[in-house]
């Protein structure tokens, strides 16, 4: 098992998404997508689609949990939006 960590530019990418079976793309859920994982995606998808896992981060930083779940929510059917329903 190899982990690589991938930068934000858009070499860097092409070189992960070329070796890659497996991707754990961790998004901070306070602040939501940015463009880089949108990026990463697409550059996932010209390359064979492996598989890929969300992973959102900083939920600990809700201080309700009516807003914790809301923004899980929209996250979550965002994700599915990008990769497919039912990703995990």
Known sequence: VTF???????AGM?????????????VD?????????????????????PKVFGVFTHLDQFRTSKNLQKTKKLLKHRFWTEIYDGAK
């Open 4 to 10: 690589f960590e991938c930068p934000n530019d858009t």
């Open 14 to 26: 092409l070189d992960c998404a070329k070796v890659a079976d497996l991707v754990l793309l961790c």
């Open 29 to 49: 859920a306070k602040f939501g997508f940015e463009m880089e994982t949108f990026e990463f995606l697409n550059v996932l998808q010209v390359h064979g689609f």
